[in-house]
């Protein structure tokens, strides 16, 4: 069975430009998240779905973040404009709905970095 | 006050040792606790689980949890070089306006076991 895919793995841009990062979740996972996890950090939720519902999405700074779930599967994670705060690895996980374990299944990770 | 607290290491060891990992939670509200391993350049990944006071055992691996002191530890015995790797400690907390809750990880301790 795939696992979470990502897309791209490294990306490099300069501050003010825009960026988006793909994910792919576990085949019959409702459940997306997307989690920001700086270095020598823990991941840090930045929204959840529940098929095309954003359930938890209070920690995303929508003045420049914005995501999307067209179809209740991929997902897209944006950042415009970028700043060089937003330097990270962008995690995205999956889980199957309304499982109570706190399994996520994480993708490799997007790592940004604004120059 | 942060959600999950740990001792950010670095945790070293020698082969053949108990590793030991703590982890302290604000919330007495908390219900569910993990911990999730992370080697260098790669995404976190679910070792244990734990739900009720006490000790929970799985192979080398034992957890546990004393909700009294807000505390959840790790042990890993008979320490193997391929130990080696962060430990997150993540805690499910309800929030307002999130069904299920949401998943706070601790910073992670870093172990280092030396053959």
Known sequence: ?115 | QKEVEQNSGPLSVPEGAIASLNCTYSDRGSQSFFWYRQYSGKSPELIMSIYSNGDKEDGRFTAQLNKASQYVSLLIRDSQPSDSATYLCAVRKLVRGSTLGRLYFGRGTQLTVWP
């Open chain 1, 1 to 115: 069975e795939a696992g979470v895919v990502q897309s791209p793995r490294y990306k490099i841009i300069e501050k003010k430009q825009p960026v988006a990062f793909w994910c792919n979740p576990i085949s019959g996972h409702n459940t997306l998240y997307w989690y920001l996890q700086n270095l020598g950090q823990g991941p840090e939720l930045l929204i959840r779905y529940e098929n095309e519902e954003a359930v938890d999405d209070s920690q995303l700074p929508k003045d420049r973040f914005s995501a999307e779930r067209l179809k209740g599967v991929d997902s897209t994670l944006k950042i415009q404009p970028a700043e060089l705060g937003d330097s990270a690895v962008y995690l995205c996980a999956s889980s199957p709905s309304l499982l109570e374990s706190g399994e996520l299944f994480f993708g490799e990770g997007s790592r940004l970095t604004v120059l």
